[in-house]
């Protein structure tokens, strides 16, 4: 009986997921691919930041804040850092014409003493280019013995 219960407690988890994730993910796609609802995005922050120097160990929060200035909802469909010490978010609703949003990332400083320049590549329904990178670096002291 208890496996039972267990195997329908699966299944319906599993119906559940596949359900909540076809639904938003339609419209992200076609909003990357639809053209003629293309925008144009101004980075309101430097693309490229320096974040100066951090003891190994800390957390440093990197943020690019950004405008809609085309005359459609701008769409973030994905920003994926470059390597697994950075942490991003990315906004999940679309940015209305005019209105600001903003890319966050956390970079764990811990087993990465050195100069580290990381990037958080972006994926979004703007004109021209719709791929950007956003560079930012940190000096990471080595923390005390």
Same mark, same amino acid.
């Given at each position: ?40 995005? @101004? ?31 701008? $769409? ?13 978010? @990315? ?37 021209? $280019? ?7 670096? $940190? ?7």
């Amino acid at each position: 009986m208890r496996t039972f219960l267990a195997g329908c407690l699966s299944t319906l988890f599993s119906v559940l997921m596949i359900s909540c994730g076809n639904s938003a993910k339609p419209d992200v796609k076609s909003a990357l691919v639809d053209t003629a609802n293309f925008t144009t995005v @101004q980075w309101l922050d430097s693309v490229s930041r320096n974040y100066g120097t951090v003891l190994e160990g800390e957390k440093v929060n990197v943020s690019y804040r950004f405008r809609n200035t085309g005359a459609t909802p701008l $769409v973030i469909g994905q920003v994926r850092p470059s390597c697994g010490c950075t942490i991003a978010e @990315q906004p999940q609703k679309p940015i209305a014409p005019g209105e600001e949003g903003e890319i966050k990332a956390v970079f764990n400083s811990e087993h990465h003493p050195g100069i580290n320049h990381k990037t958080l590549f972006v994926n979004a329904n703007t004109k021209g $280019v719709q791929n950007f990178s956003l560079q930012f670096v $940190v000096q990471v002291d080595k923390k005390p013995s």
